[in-house]
Antibody
Framework: EVQLLESGGGLVQPGGSLRLSCAAS????????MSWVRQTPGKGLEWVSA????????YYADSVRGRFTMSRDNSRDTLYLQMNSLRAEDTAMYYC???????????WGQGTLVTVSS | DIQMTQSPSSLSASVGDTVTITCRAS??????LVWFQQQPGKAPKSLIY???SLQSGVPSRFSGSGSGTAFTLTISSLQPEDFATYYC?????????FGQGTRVEVK
């Protein structure tokens, strides 16, 4: 069974930084594009960023472009999201999700909570 | 950006009912649409993609249809475990966007 395990969330002050990780297992990580998706408490889902299987192409939502950087280490089967200049509105549960061709987000992790507050 | 609009925002139904949720895209997205189910406190789960193919393990009472700008998710013979929130999402081009969700509640 595909497994995705996020970590790195926590409480951070506005303007601070945080790096999220997503450890993948039970599938060939290097063959799949990946995404980060977030969900504000009690609200809906927002796609944040995506990365190609090889890591050479990245895509971002306007709300995070220039502040967040997505990357991956295929030798470690791990996905990352470096979040800088954090704002209160970045407070959310952050999920990593796998893409299969024609089936984005076919598997999701359990999420890691990021809280931006002073 | 493409806007995804779901209707209704919530609905009340009973076990055994058939429910239909509509998702509309602000511009044509061909068949580049997926549906997710989310139970409270859990991660979303992929249900249907492209937009009528069932994800592995999803019961056949779930079905999807549509193309272009209008899509539907139908749940036939609603079961207790189907009371949840449902989201559509397009993947026609970046940025991918989700609908606001439809909460299916017990009548």
């Amino acid at each position: 069974e595909v497994q995705l395990l996020e970590s790195g969330g926590g409480l951070v002050q506005p303007g601070g930084s945080l790096r999220l990780s997503c450890a993948a297992s039970q599938f060939t990580f290097s063959s799949y594009a990946m995404s980060w998706v977030r969900q504000t408490p009690g609200k809906g889902l927002e796609w944040v960023s995506a990365i190609s299987s090889g890591g050479d192409r990245t895509y971002y939502a306007d709300s995070v472009r220039g502040r967040f950087t997505m990357s991956r280490d295929n030798s470690r089967d791990t996905l990352y999201l470096q979040m800088n200049s954090l704002r209160a509105e970045d407070t959310a549960m952050y999920y990593c999700a796998r893409h299969t061709s024609g089936r984005p987000h076919d598997y999701w992790g359990q999420g890691t909570l990021v809280t931006v507050s002073s | 950006d493409i806007q995804m609009t779901q209707s209704p925002s919530s609905l009340s139904a009973s076990v055994g009912d058939t429910v239909t949720i509509t998702c509309r895209a602000s511009q044509g997205i061909s068949n580049h649409l997926v549906w997710f189910q989310q139970q409270p406190g859990k991660a979303p789960k992929s249900l249907i993609y492209a937009p009528s193919s069932l994800q592995s393990g999803v019961p056949s009472r779930f079905s999807g249809s549509g193309s272009g700008t209008a899509f539907t998710l139908t749940i036939s013979s609603l079961q207790p475990e189907d009371f949840a929130t449902y989201y559509c999402q397009h993947f026609n081009n970046y940025p991918w966007t989700f609908g606001q969700g439809t909460r299916v509640e017990v009548k």
